[in-house]
């Protein structure tokens, strides 16, 4: 777990996947795709992103305030950089933290980029690339804070999926949304066993806040 800011001691940044899930275990609804990243009734996962439940307000405060760089995948990168995605009421964190740096997994860079002003790094090479650029500028804005800062996986669900199958995560934060979907992405999909230690659980009005350490 993390060491501290102060006294000298070195950085230890975490790699973490946070990500919503319903109690089916889906990250999307059915028929996820553009104009409906988040499939058919997806929209019930985050809805504790928005809600105004003071525990609600400061799991997503935490979690967004530990990130000094964030991984996500090319179809995620096309949902909130498209023409209904992020902007200064939506962006990451909702407006509960600054900007940190920004790392997607493509197989090529886009033509243009719509949130310009973020600090966007495409990396064509793979995921666990992609990490290991997203440890480099955490580390760095560690340095700059004083303070430990992690890498967060924000998604989507295949990415997350592929990291955990990897070995590259260290903590997994779910937010268990009280909801079934039926179908859509799956979060697990069967091909790895994982030995996870519980390290909190805070249940609100909207969902399960769920944290585990991973055990190597």
């Keep these: 777990m ?6 000298g001691l070195p950085c230890m940044t975490r790699i973490i996947a946070d990500i919503s899930v319903s109690l089916d275990g889906f990250v999307t609804g059915p028929d996820p795709g553009p104009g409906n ?50 902007d200064d009421r939506t962006g990451y964190g909702a407006g509960e ?19 310009a002003d973020l600090d966007w790094t495409f990396v064509t090479t793979g995921l666990s690339d992609a990490v290991a650029a997203a440890r480099e500028r955490a580390e760095a804005a560690s340095a700059a804070a004083g303070k430990d800062l992690d890498v967060v996986l924000m998604g989507g669900g295949a990415t997350i999926g592929s990291a955990l199958e990897a070995g590259l995560v260290d903590v997994l934060a779910l937010h268990l949304a009280p909801v079934v979907l039926g179908s859509g992405t799956l979060l697990f999909t069967g ?24 055990a190597r």
């Excluded at 805070?202 to 944290?211: E, G, I, N, Q, Y």
Aim: charged share 20%; glycine share 18%; net charge neutral.
């Design 97 to 115: 933290v600054g900007k940190p740096a920004f790392v997607v997994v493509t197989s090529a860079p886009p033509e243009s980029v719509r949130t």
């Design 191 to 214: 091909g790895a066993r994982y030995t996870l230690v519980q390290r909190s659980v805070l249940a609100t009005s909207t969902a399960t806040h769920l944290t585990y350490d991973i």
């Design 2 to 7: 993390s060491s501290g800011g102060g006294g």
């Design 37 to 86: 990243g988040l499939g058919t009734g997806g929209e019930a996962l985050h809805r504790w992103a928005f809600s105004e439940d003071a525990d609600d307000r400061r799991v997503l405060g935490e979690g967004t305030a530990r990130s000094g760089a964030v991984v996500l995948g090319r179809r995620l990168f096309d949902q909130v950089d498209g023409p209904g995605g992020w």
